[in-house]
């Protein structure tokens, strides 16, 4: 079946810029999603890439797929101790439920 | 944006007994909600999927008698976690695709504690 890995932990410097990285196996993926999960609380969609975009940006978020090595990541700009969540990658290919991640716990030191 | 609500948010109970979770699409309509489990410091693992006026799919090794889904309506899949244990304890998050558009959103979740 399709999977989804992410690196557990990312731990950065307030003011310093995060990036997590996902990679993917499923080749017919449409759409890529990050989502953010906070301590006890449900998930907050991010951003989302469709799969024939190479690059999204949203204020201090940039996205970037490489569809040839099924990669994408998520940069934060300028991090923020309001940024520590555990942020989960997902995938979905048209109707399908969406396949997540185990998702990298971001950790900010002020 | 659109607004899935689940309720209750917390709930915690004596084993043996059953736990019904409501998930609603408050200003959309939805025809499949998804149902999700995530355990501590876990991803959240598809549990069933839930098509309005039809039985649920439920996924390798889920028990679809112990967690019965209902969706009756556009707006409401209910999960019901029967004679509930201690291990069924966990944070189960529903999403609903939008029927107009396809865009899935995400509940706030339920937290369940089994004693």
């Known amino acids: 079946g399709e999977d989804v890995e992410q690196s557990l932990f990312l731990s950065v410097r307030e003011g310093d810029s995060s990036v997590i990285n996902c990679t993917y196996t499923d080749s017919s993926s449409t759409y890529l999603y990050w989502y953010k999960q906070e301590p006890g609380a449900g998930l907050q969609l991010l951003t989302y890439i469709f799969s024939n975009m190479d690059m999204k940006q949203d204020q201090r978020l940039t996205v970037l797929l490489n569809k040839k090595d099924k990669h994408l990541s998520l940069r934060i700009a300028d991090t923020q101790t309001g940024d520590s969540a555990i942020y989960f990658c997902?995938?979905?290919?048209?109707?399908?439920?969406?396949?997540f991640g185990k998702g990298t716990r971001l950790s900010v030191i002020a | 944006g659109a607004v899935v609500s689940q309720h209750p948010s917390w709930v915690i109970c004596k084993s043996g007994t059953s736990v019904k979770i409501e998930c609603r699409s408050l200003d959309f309509q939805a025809t499949t909600m998804f149902w999700y489990r995530q355990f501590p410091k876990q991803s959240l693992m598809l549990m069933a999927t839930?098509?309005?006026?039809?039985?649920?799919?439920?996924e390798q090794g889920v028990e679809k008698d112990k967690f019965l889904i209902n969706h009756a309506s556009l707006t409401l899949s209910t999960l019901t976690v029967t004679s509930a244990h201690p291990e069924d304890s966990s944070f189960y998050i529903c999403s609903a695709r939008e029927l107009d558009t396809g865009e899935l959103f995400f509940g706030e979740g339920s937290r369940l504690t089994v004693l």
């Open positions: 997902a995938e979905r290919d048209g109707n399908t439920p969406l396949v």
């Open positions: 839930s098509n309005e006026g039809s039985k649920a799919t439920y």
